[in-house]
């Protein structure tokens, strides 16, 4: 079974700048999740979605990230404009819709310089 | 709202010892609890998971976990470590509310070092 994939791995880009991620979720998960890991801290959740409607979102920065996943499958992340304090790893994880674990991707570290 | 606090930031050990690592949580509703394991410049990988039933959990590459429910504990431990145990280690809660909400909230990591 493949799991979730996740591209491109590595961004490097200059602030006030845009940048896209792309996730696959590992086949027939409904559920979506992007987490956001700064260096030194655990993931935090930016985003979930069951199928393609947005559950939480109560921690993404609106005025800057966006996200959709329109067909329910795969999901795009998107920040515009960039700020350094954005440098992270971005992480996409999936699960089934009546499952508890979360299966995760290997991220996608993004630099603004 | 949970929390979740990962008592030790980096934990060194020699290989073939014994390690444990420490997690307590905190939460006003019951939680599922996981440990998940992060190798460098990789993404995080489902180490092992209490859900409900036996206190005890066995989970991949002889971890175990014991949930202390009055202590709200869930501590990981190894009898003996190899080399390729070195990674950081994160605690992960969520609750059991049915809003529909899995976001899990973790610890932030203990960097397990094993030595030769």
């Known amino acids: 079974e493949a799991g979730v994939a996740q591209s491109p791995r590595y961004k490097i880009i200059e602030k006030r700048q845009s940048v896209a991620f792309w996730c696959n979720p590992i086949?027939?998960?409904?559920?979506l999740y992007w987490y956001q890991q700064i260096l030194g801290q655990g993931p935090k959740l930016l985003i979930q979605f069951q199928n393609n409607g947005v559950v939480d979102d109560s921690q993404l920065p609106k005025d800057r990230f966006s996200a959709e996943r329109l067909k329910g499958v795969d999901s795009t992340l998107k920040i515009q404009p960039a700020k350094l304090e954005d440098s992270a790893v971005y992480l996409c994880?999936?699960?089934?819709?009546?499952?508890?674990?979360?299966?995760f991707g290997p991220g996608t570290r993004l630099t603004v310089t | 709202a949970q929390s979740v606090t990962q008592l030790d930031s980096q934990v060194p050990v020699f290989e073939e010892a014994p390690v444990e690592l420490r997690c307590n949580y905190s939460s006003s509703v019951s939680v599922y609890l996981f440990w998940y394991v992060q190798y460098p410049n990789q993404g995080l990988q489902l180490l092992l998971k209490y859900l409900s039933g036996s206190t005890l959990v066995k989970g991949i590459n002889g971890f175990e976990a014991e949930f202390n429910k009055s202590q709200t504990s869930f501590h990981l431990r190894k009898p003996s470590v190899h080399i390729s145990d070195t990674a950081e280690y994160f605690c992960?809660?969520?609750?059991?509310?049915?809003?529909?909400?899995?976001?899990?909230?973790f610890g932030s990591g203990t960097r397990l070092q094993v030595q030769p």
């Open positions: 994880a999936s699960s089934s819709s009546w499952g508890f674990e979360q299966y």
């Open positions: 086949s027939g998960h409904a559920t």
């Open positions: 992960a809660v969520t609750d059991l509310m049915d809003t529909g909400r899995r976001a899990l909230t």
